[in-house]
Every structure is written in structure tokens, then in C-alpha cells.
């Protein structure tokens, strides 16, 4: 919405939540989302043509074009626990905006939803016999964090989605002129309802199928010798495959690509397609068979154990350039180390203490976790080193003084292969890499 805001000046963004504290920090200079570049767009637009508040149902009924925005988790009970999308607050919304009404309006899917949730809310709003028209759109968010605020101003497109009815392709149309003031023309898809909807689940299970795909031949790598990097690199030169998502890594993270795979599997299992779920199930297996694998070959490399030993942990948001945890990789490997009764020394630049100690189910100070201010603190005196998130500072850490620091032998496990495995070893590091022979 800051992007639309600070692109189309003569369009008012009205952001509204019920969370008081939330819109606080939207309205202060310390946003509630670390993302590159954010600040200075809210900062250059609030109070101008983009305002932040709770009045929902006055921000409803003014608007002409409502964005729904909402959460959309995995189920935890119920029919389709574990793997279906919890859409309780996608139609909490619809229902609200019915009661408030306010005139027609296009009410436009931005949340990361099923197939034919559209048609759900479109039963709600019609339902609503308020004499107002309401048009479904589907415009799914093709961004990733850390980057976002190049992907918004650069897309590689805009997807606009809508009924195959004049008043849907006028709904559509509108939509795209909004982001016509700075997307060109061809970036910008229109596509019917569900294909716009089903494309958002799908873009994300292929990235996350390629995660998984080399990350399982790093298993390979590591059993025979071979660098990944090295097989990354050449079958991404084919132009048939391309470079892009090959990096291996101690798995994938963030809110959506375990999510919506597990949405697609469940959408697939619904429409009696067990064998396309079980495919695609695998992918996110691989993800959790990665996170072990990379705890066991530390237990195996630290003489069979990792019980009273001191591990830094460096990064625990999912990626860099992010203070985002959801399903950061970070949290299940920390929850093995523990398990294993090791001494957790942690650290990350942009999470803060409370998230870390929160995810984990502990105190300060309880169940062997310590939060640090800084990488040095975490390292001194510990027994092995583990990169978890792939932070450009971890790159200029003078290693030499931290080895001298460090219990010996020294061990450094690198989750995210982004460390001089090589120049760490001259210094006296015992190193280990993901795929790494």
C-alpha cells in the first residue's frame, strides 16, 4: 500500500487495523517491519496521501477499492489441520465490510488464499442486501522480504484476476490502471478469478520445490565429494533452468512457501488427487529432513555430542535484510540443539531478544539460551559456530580474534554457505558446509 501511495499521489491510502499498538508504529519512526527502503516511503507519504488508523468501518465506507490484507495461517484443528489455510479473517473482513456497506465497491483479494475464496466472499457481500454492488478481484503480492521494495517498484508482474462478466473485466481494468502509473503495460496479467488465485500458490511451491530439489542432491554432494555450489552453478547455466533459487542452505523459511504448499496439498487431497499431493508433500519434507540433517552432522563432527557445549548462533531470522521469524530454519535447529542439552549463545542483528526467546518457549537465561548484543560475545568461549542466516556483517567478523576466543578445537557450521570455508580452515576453524564433500 506505501508503494501505491507514494506511485499514484493522487490516490489516498487509508492502511486501517484494529491493533492500536500496530497502528501506533506505523504512525511513529520506528515501523513495527524492518524491510530496506520501507521507512523512507512511509515517511515520504504519511499524512499526505497515506494515513494509518483503527477507524475500520470509516476507512471502509469511504473507500471506492478495499485491499483485504489479512493473515491467512495453517489450520491447527478442525478439517484440514496442518495443511488447509485458516480463512477466518479473509471473511471476517467480507462480513464487515457488508455490515458497513458505504456503496459499490471492488474488494480485491490480497492475501495468499485458497482457489475460489473469491466466490466466498462474493456469497458474503451479496448476501448483504444493502442495494450496493461489490466486485471480487484477486491481485496477489509477487515480493519477497528483504527485497520487497524493489520487487513493488520493478515487478516482474502485476496479476489482476476477475469474473468473466463486463462488470468483472471493468473491475480488472481498474485495478491495473492503478499500477499502469508505473508498471508497463506487458507486466501486467489479467486472468480470470481462479487462475489469479491458484497462480499465487503455485509460483511459491515451484521456488520451495527448487530449494528442496538441490538441497537434496547437497545431501549427494556431501556423501561423494562434489561441491554444490559447483553443481549449482553449472545447471544453472543451462538457460533451460536458470541460476535462480539454487543456492542450498540449511532450508527454506518465511510465512509462505510451507504454507501454501501445504494449502496446494490440501486443495489437491480435497479434489481427490492424492498422488499430486504426496508430491508435492515431499518438497516440504526434504525442508525438515534438511534442518536435521544439518544438527546431526554437527553432533557427528563435535565427537558425537553437543550436550553442555556452548554454540553461537549467528542470524535467526528466516533471511537477511528481515526481523521476519516465521518458520525460519533458525528455530528448529536451535530447538534440536536443545534437545541435545547444548548451551545456546544467539545472536541477530534486527530480531529482537523477545521473538528469539518466544519461538524457543523460554527466559533469558532458562534452557541454555542467551541472547547477545553482539557476534563477538556470542562466539567467546563457545565450541562451534553456526551461520543461520546469511547477514552481510557475518562476511567482515574478524574470525582470527574470534577463533582465539573460542574453545578448541573450533568448529564453524556455515547453514547458509555464504563464509570462506577455505580462509577459515588457514586460521584453524574446523569448517563444515552445506553440501560440501
Not at 468473466?164 to 502509473?181: F, H, K, L, N
Not at 534442518?291 to 557445549?309: L, P, Q
Not at 531478544?353 to 563457545?382: F, H, M, N, Q, R
Not at 576466543?405 to 570455508?421: H, I, S, T, Y
Amino acid at each position: 500500500m506505501a508503494m501505491i501511495a507514494d506511485k499514484c499521489e493522487d490516490i489516498q491510502v487509508t492502511v486501517v487495523d484494529l491493533n492500536a499498538e500496530r497502528v501506533d508504529g506505523w504512525n511513529s519512526d520506528d515501523l513495527p517491519v524492518f524491510e530496506p527502503g520501507l521507512t523512507e516511503i512511509v515517511l515520504r507519504r504519511r499524512g499526505k496521501n497515506l494515513f494509518f488508523t483503527t477507524a475500520v468501518k470509516d476507512g471502509i465506507r469511504e473507500a471506492d477499492v478495499i485491499f483485504i490484507s489479512v493473515n491467512t495461517p495453517t489450520k491447527t484443528s478442525g478439517v484440514g489441520a496442518g495443511k488447509a489455510a485458516d480463512l477466518r479473517y479473509v471473511e471476517s473482513c467480507a462480513r464487515q465490510i457488508a455490515e458497513v456497506g458505504g456503496g459499490d465497491k471492488i474488494v480485491v483479494e490480497k492475501s495468499t488464499v485458497p482457489v475460489r475464496t473469491a466466490h466466498s466472499v462474493q456469497e458474503i457481500l451479496s448476501s448483504a442486501e444493502n442495494g450496493h454492488s461489490y466486485q471480487v478481484i484477486s491481485n496477489p503480492e509477487f515480493l519477497a522480504e528483504g527485497t520487497a521494495m524493489k520487487d513493488l517498484e520493478k515487478p516482474d508482474r502485476v496479476l489482476v484476476g476477475g469474473t468473466v462478466t463486463p462488470e468483472g473485466r471493468a473491475a480488472v481494468d481498474v485495478i491495473a490502471s492503478i499500477y499502469a502509473q508505473w508498471v508497463p503495460q506487458e507486466r501486467i496479467i489479467k486472468t480470470n478469478l481462479w487462475s489469479s488465485e491458484l497462480s499465487k500458490l503455485t509460483a511459491n511451491a515451484f521456488l520451495a520445490q527448487r530449494v528442496s530439489s538441490i538441497n537434496s542432491i547437497s545431501a549427494l554432494c556431501e556423501a561423494t565429494g562434489a561441491d554444490v555450489d559447483e553443481v549449482s552453478h553449472a545447471i544453472g547455466a543451462d538457460s533451460r533452468i536458470g541460476p535462480k533459487f539454487l543456492k542450498s542452505s540449511v532450508g527454506f523459511g518465511g510465512s509462505c512457501f510451507q504454507k501454501d504448499i501445504l494449502n496446494l496439498t490440501y486443495l489437491c487431497e480435497h479434489f481427490g488427487l492424492p498422488e499430486i499431493a504426496e508430491y508435492w508433500t515431499k518438497v516440504v519434507e526434504m525442508n525438515d529432513l534438511q534442518k536435521k540433517r544439518f544438527v546431526t552432522r554437527m553432533i557427528d563432527a563435535m565427537f558425537n555430542t553437543v550436550s553442555g557445549k556452548k554454540i553461537a548462533v549467528l542470524g535467526y531470522a528466516f533471511k537477511k535484510d528481515t526481523n521476519d521469524v516465521r518458520e525460519s530454519p533458525a528455530i528448529d535447529v536451535c530447538r534440536y540443539l536443545l534437545d541435545e542439552t547444548a548451551e545456546l549463545r544467539v545472536y541477530d542483528p534486527k530480531v529482537e531478544p523477545e521473538t528469539i526467546l518466544s519461538t524457543l518457549g523460554t527466559k533469558e537465561g532458562e534452557d541454555s539460551v542467551s541472547i547477545c548484543k553482539d557476534p563477538y560475545e556470542a562466539c567467546e568461549g563457545s565450541h562451534a559456530i553456526a551461520v543461520l542466516t546469511e547477514w552481510d556483517e557475518f562476511n567482515d567478523l574478524d574470525f582470527a580474534k574470534i577463533h582465539a576466543q573460542m574453545e578448541q578445537p573450533a568448529f564453524l557450521f556455515d547453514g547458509r554457505n555464504v563464509l570462506d570455508l577455505k580462509a577459515l580452515e588457514e586460521i584453524g576453524f574446523r569448517t563444515y558446509g552445506i553440501g560440501k564433500g
